[in-house]
């Protein structure tokens, strides 16, 4: 059965943070994987939309971008055809009974919806699409609909948590500011041990979004407390493994019909 995680903070509003289980994917993407491009059967892909689609909002058409680390989010009004999926990196609707996705593995996916003006949104938010502005113009394109910033809700989903995110010196020059200092706590010689979720939470609150709030699970480390088995699909932890392919979750927000 597929699983999810979901918050408080977005009560009322149908969403999910969605685990690796509970799919159809077999091999090493076993469960319920939902990116294209992971040497994945596209159809048992579509299943596991399918499946998570129909969990958090039964009868909803999903829309998902074509996601490249940009930071640039697409207002949606009506579903597209795949072929016509804008390249971006944040979605965002108005629009009843449309429910919208994005797909990670160790990025943060964001979840946000102004309740009172009927507005959701949903973003990827990796360091590159961070830092360049992905969270900005998620806020902005939710604003042009009638959204406003203190009245956002947030939730920064299941992400590579600090202590297994280990960058190196160049990395770490892409953040110059001392303002973002904070978030880098020093490794191995060369390196740190990056906050990539309160790096986000930063970013949230500078765009006027009031107290976001973190799940707080690492996909390259979280287990389930049962068999021990690995909670989320990871690129960091796939890469270290060794392994040829890894899969990615998806996380969804959508509005009744």
Known sequence: MAEAVVVDVLRGIPHGFMTKWGGVSQGEVAGLQCGFGAGDDDSHVRENRRIASDMVLPGATLVTPYQVHSAKAAIVTEPWAWEDRPQVDAVVTDRPGLLLGIVTADCAPVLLADRDAGIVAAAHAGWRGAH??????????????????SRIAA????????????????FRENFPLDADAGFFEPGREGHWQFDLEGYV?????????????AVSQDTYSARREDDGAFEYYSYRRATHRHEANYGRQISLIGLPG
């Open 155 to 170: 939730a920064i989903g299941p992400c590579i948590a600090q202590e297994s995110y280990e960058v190196g010196d160049s």
């Open 132 to 149: 360049g502005g992905v969270i900005e113009a998620t806020v902005e394109a939710m604003v042009s609909l009638g959204a406003q910033p």
């Open 201 to 213: 939470a930063k970013r949230l609150r500078g765009a006027g979004v009031p107290l976001p709030h």
